[in-house]
């Protein structure tokens, strides 16, 4: 009996030790300590949660743009649903959102798990990325004008391979919550979040789109909720305080404790056991030993009018900071890192190292790498990135060098297996997963690609293979036969509808299908170019058909011809793989 009752005291003590690690003791942090570290840091505007307490510069008279801290009411809403049975979150949004195509056989299938955890694999639109701004900037494309949201929900990978900062993911699953709530997300985020956590009803709204927005026009209407949210100071700290101390304002709990560990706990993905991770609604890092969870702004140079805030939290301490977020992806937040070190202490690594000691390693490391922080769906944006955004990783025995247009950018020396560090406190982390395929360097995600990452073969070689498939054109006028002539006129219409197709999907695309409503038109000219990539191939076969046949000039003509015509041949091949490589052969519709 006295064993009996050991045991059970034994098992409800390790339980209450295990809810009391979710609920962390908060660490006493002085206004004047946190005022002193703004000032040092010339932080424009901030908020810190410790426990209860918040310590803020916000104006309280003027609204808070919450950016990407947008999705905070969208997880607690989705995590109630959840603790109530109205969602189940492992099953496919297909089955709930049947208007949009989301069925591929080269995928696996997206769930609810994946929405939260950024790893859906859906496209960036264009306007969401520094590169993308810079391309359409000026071009005065009314985005508010824009009601259908079909064109941008495009998949690029699979899910669970790879996250990022997944815009439409989160208005899918904003869709799915209206959808099994018989619900419009804004008063479904009154009831959810702002009913419970004590705040008036309309403390999270959206404004009517305007057509500002340095010239790229407004927020397209569906997306507001998830992009242009605002609230008070109020509402802010109260997103912040249901992280620290996870209650109503009646006193219950706000979360389920499953829901708790789910949310701040237990990751769901991760790059590499030292690296950053996910959650089931956050980013997970390391910092010096210290856990952290966020959520960070996709980019500083935003057009939709996005505040670039930033939230951490860490969990060990009860503590979470909002602030700017640095430009640079790479660059270190002066003010949070200052945060960190004076009021956190930091925790030893050892599983972590234990973990990441037990990986396997790839049979070979090393090649080319191209960034893949925001995958587009843009061919000019995927374009661009082969020239600028590829880095070239080589392995030596005893260090890792990362390379950039055959510069030594950065040198590394192992810390553990698939982790690795500069003498200046850089890292560098590369997964188990696909054989060491996906990194992550300089707050990017990169994923391996080999020689299709070289500009030199893909992209710089692309207007002179034009040019010398179009010499062909010369036996359009042959006296010889007819099939010669044939061949002449597709080696002169080929690269010409190729080129015109591919001009304007590289120019017109974004403002055509995803802010018009343009779906022939990019069918169009996307039939155009496959009409010119099947004259290209029609060389291939006239030049093989020319020496089967033996249909070849005679005499001094058939030195030069014969050579010619392999060219010709050869040429055609590049550009057709090339076509292949860009992923436009064969594509003939937009969606």
Same mark, same amino acid.
């Given at each position: 009996?006295?064993?009996w009752l050991f045991s059970c005291f034994f098992i409800l003590s390790c339980a209450f030790v295990g809810l009391k690690g979710l609920q962390a003791q908060s660490i006493p942090v002085s206004a004047d300590e946190i005022a002193a570290l703004t000032k040092q840091y010339d932080t424009a505007a901030y908020m810190v949660m410790s426990g209860?307490?918040? %310590?803020?510069?916000?104006?309280?008279?003027?609204?808070?743009?919450?950016?990407?801290?947008?999705?905070?009411?969208?997880?607690?809403?989705? %995590?109630?649903?959840?603790?109530?049975?109205?969602?189940?979150?492992?099953?496919?949004?297909?089955?709930?959102?049947?208007?949009?195509?989301?069925?591929?056989?080269?995928? @696996?299938?997206?769930?609810?798990?994946?929405?939260?955890? /950024?790893?859906?694999?859906?496209?960036?639109?264009?306007?969401?990325?520094?590169?993308?701004?810079?391309?359409?900037?000026?071009?005065?494309?009314?985005?508010?004008?824009?009601?259908?949201?079909?064109?941008?929900?495009?998949?690029?990978?699979?899910? !669970?391979?790879?996250?990022h900062q997944d815009v439409i993911g989160w208005f899918l699953l904003a869709q799915i919550l209206e959808k099994v709530s018989g619900k419009d997300i804004l008063n479904l985020i009154d009831n959810e979040v702002a009913k419970p956590l004590g705040l008036p009803t309309g403390t999270f709204y959206t404004l009517p789109p305007s057509a500002?927005?340095?010239?790229?026009?407004?927020?397209?209407?569906?997306?507001?909720?998830?992009?242009?949210?605002?609230?008070?100071?109020?509402?802010?700290?109260?997103?912040?305080?249901?992280?620290?101390?996870? /209650?109503?304002?009646?006193?219950?709990?706000?979360?389920?404790?499953?829901?708790?560990?789910?949310?701040?706990?237990?990751?769901?993905?991760?790059?590499?056991?030292?690296?950053?991770?996910?959650?089931?609604?956050?980013?997970?890092?390391?910092?010096? *030993?210290?856990?952290?969870?966020?959520?960070?702004?996709?980019?500083?140079?935003?057009?939709?009018?996005?505040?670039?805030?930033?939230?951490?939290?860490?969990?060990?301490?009860?503590?979470?900071?909002?602030?700017?977020?640095?430009?640079?992806?790479?660059?270190?937040?002066?003010?949070?890192?200052?945060?960190?070190?004076?009021? @956190?202490?930091?925790?030893?690594?050892?599983? @972590?190292?234990?973990?990441?000691?037990?990986?396997?390693?790839?049979?070979?490391?090393? !090649?080319?790498?191209?960034?893949?922080?925001?995958?587009?769906?843009?061919?000019?944006?995927?374009?661009?990135?082969?020239?600028?955004?590829?880095?070239?990783?080589?392995?030596?025995?005893?260090?890792?060098?990362?390379?950039?247009?055959?510069?030594?950018?950065?040198?590394?020396?192992?810390?553990?297996?698939?982790?690795?560090?500069?003498?200046?406190?850089?890292?560098?982390?590369?997964?188990?997963?696909?054989? !060491? *395929?996906?990194? %992550?360097?300089?707050?990017?995600? %990169?994923? &391996?690609?080999?020689?299709?990452?070289?500009?030199? @073969?893909?992209?710089?070689?692309?207007?002179?293979?034009?040019?010398?498939?179009?010499?062909?054109?010369?036996?359009?006028?042959?006296?010889?036969?007819?099939?010669?002539?044939?061949?002449?006129?597709?080696?002169?219409? *080929?690269?010409?509808?190729?080129?015109?197709?591919?001009?304007?999907?590289?120019? &017109?695309?974004?403002?055509?299908?995803?802010?018009?409503?343009?779906?022939?038109?990019?069918?169009?000219?996307?039939?155009?170019?496959?009409?010119?990539?099947?004259?290209?191939?029609?060389?291939?076969?006239?030049?093989?058909?020319?020496?089967?046949?033996?249909?070849?000039?005679?005499?001094?003509?058939?030195?030069?011809?014969?050579?010619?015509?392999?060219?010709?041949? *050869?040429?055609?091949?590049?550009?057709?793989?090339?076509?292949?490589?860009?992923?436009?052969?064969?594509?003939?519709?937009? !969606?």
């Amino acid at each position: 009996m006295r064993n009996w009752l050991f045991s059970c005291f034994f098992i409800l003590s390790c339980a209450f030790v295990g809810l009391k690690g979710l609920q962390a003791q908060s660490i006493p942090v002085s206004a004047d300590e946190i005022a002193a570290l703004t000032k040092q840091y010339d932080t424009a505007a901030y908020m810190v949660m410790s426990g209860a307490r918040h %310590y803020s510069n916000f104006p309280e008279d003027k609204p808070v743009k919450l950016g990407r801290l947008a999705t905070l009411p969208l997880i607690y809403t989705t %995590y109630r649903l959840l603790d109530r049975g109205e969602l189940d979150i492992d099953q496919p949004i297909m089955d709930m959102l049947p208007q949009y195509d989301l069925e591929d056989i080269n995928f @696996i299938t997206v769930t609810v798990r994946h929405l939260l955890a /950024e790893t859906g694999g859906f496209a960036v639109p264009p306007w969401l990325t520094v590169e993308g701004q810079k391309k359409l900037i000026g071009r005065n494309i009314e985005l508010n004008k824009h009601h259908d949201p079909l064109p941008y929900v495009k998949r690029l990978r699979s899910s !669970g391979e790879m996250t990022h900062q997944d815009v439409i993911g989160w208005f899918l699953l904003a869709q799915i919550l209206e959808k099994v709530s018989g619900k419009d997300i804004l008063n479904l985020i009154d009831n959810e979040v702002a009913k419970p956590l004590g705040l008036p009803t309309g403390t999270f709204y959206t404004l009517p789109p305007s057509a500002d927005n340095n010239g790229l026009g407004a927020t397209p209407p569906f997306l507001a909720p998830i992009m242009a949210l605002e609230t008070s100071t109020d509402g802010l700290a109260a997103l912040m305080q249901a992280l620290t101390n996870n /209650e109503q304002f009646d006193g219950k709990s706000y979360l389920s404790q499953r829901a708790r560990i789910s949310l701040v706990r237990d990751q769901t993905w991760h790059l590499h056991p030292m690296g950053p991770g996910r959650t089931l609604g956050l980013a997970t890092s390391w910092h010096d *030993g210290r856990r952290l969870l966020s959520i960070n702004q996709l980019n500083c140079i935003n057009a939709q009018g996005l505040a670039p805030y930033q939230l951490v939290y860490f969990p060990t301490a009860d503590l979470v900071v909002v602030s700017k977020t640095p430009c640079d992806a790479g660059a270190e937040n002066l003010f949070l890192n200052a945060i960190a070190k004076r009021f @956190i202490p930091p925790k030893s690594q050892k599983d @972590i190292r234990a973990k990441a000691a037990a990986l396997r390693l790839p049979n070979k490391l090393g !090649g080319l790498y191209i960034k893949d922080t925001a995958p587009s769906a843009w061919l000019a944006l995927r374009l661009d990135a082969l020239k600028s955004d590829v880095i070239n990783l080589r392995q030596t025995p005893e260090d890792l060098f990362v390379e950039n247009s055959g510069i030594i950018e950065a040198h590394f020396k192992k810390i553990t297996n698939l982790a690795y560090e500069t003498p200046t406190g850089e890292k560098l982390y590369i997964s188990e997963a696909y054989g !060491g *395929g996906n990194l %992550y360097y300089r707050g990017e995600y %990169y994923r &391996y690609i080999g020689l299709l990452g070289d500009k030199d @073969i893909l992209i710089t070689p692309v207007v002179w293979l034009l040019a010398l498939l179009f010499s062909g054109s010369i036996y359009a006028f042959s006296k010889r036969d007819k099939s010669w002539r044939r061949m002449g006129q597709f080696c002169a219409l *080929g690269p010409i509808l190729f080129s015109v197709g591919v001009a304007l999907e590289l120019t &017109y695309w974004p403002e055509i299908w995803l802010a018009g409503d343009g779906y022939w038109a990019v069918t169009a000219w996307r039939i155009t170019w496959n009409i010119g990539l099947m004259m290209v191939l029609s060389v291939v076969m006239f030049t093989l058909s020319f020496a089967r046949s033996n249909n070849m000039p005679s005499g001094y003509y058939l030195l030069p011809a014969s050579v010619h015509v392999t060219l010709l041949a *050869g040429t055609a091949t590049a550009i057709i793989l090339i076509s292949v490589a860009w992923g436009i052969a064969g594509t003939f519709f937009p !969606g």
